[in-house]
């Protein structure tokens, strides 16, 4: 099934402002990278959530019409955020600490989402 780029849009976000599609986003997290994916990740419920899933942190929810089926979150790297506290072995450098430097995690989209 093949779909018409204006049927696609994004919301960038916090909980704060829309608590319901935040919390829709974390449950396909779960569906997406714990149940399909096999990620050891720590659950409740149907939703996976972690320490970087708070109030400064954006979400970006991709959808296909009305139905979310993607998306990532964002963290300004002047926050704590995902690949510096947890993976710091991984940098070659020093890992940014900017208002203008952004870290994106938990990216994906359903399979068979987009097609």
Same mark, same amino acid.
């Given at each position: ?14 909980? %704060? &402002?829309?608590?319901?599609? =935040? ?8 569906? /997406?990278?714990?149940?399909?994916? !096999? ?8 939703? %996976? &959530?972690?320490?970087?899933? =708070? ?8 959808? /296909?019409?009305?139905?979310?089926? !993607? ?14 506290? =947890? ?29």
């Amino acid at each position: 099934m093949s779909h018409l780029w204006g049927e696609y849009h994004a919301l960038v976000t916090t909980e %704060e &402002r829309y608590p319901a599609h =935040v919390q829709a986003m974390l449950r396909l997290r779960k569906q /997406l990278f714990v149940d399909h994916c !096999g990620w050891l990740l720590t659950t409740t419920g149907d939703v %996976e &959530r972690d320490q970087f899933d =708070v109030w400064y942190t954006e979400h970006c929810l991709l959808f /296909l019409g009305s139905e979310l089926i !993607g998306g990532f979150r964002a963290i300004r790297t002047d926050y704590p955020y995902l690949t510096k506290s =947890v993976f710091p072995q991984l940098a070659q450098r020093r890992f940014p600490s900017r208002r203008d430097a952004w870290e994106i995690s938990r990216f994906g989209v359903l399979p068979g989402a987009a097609t």
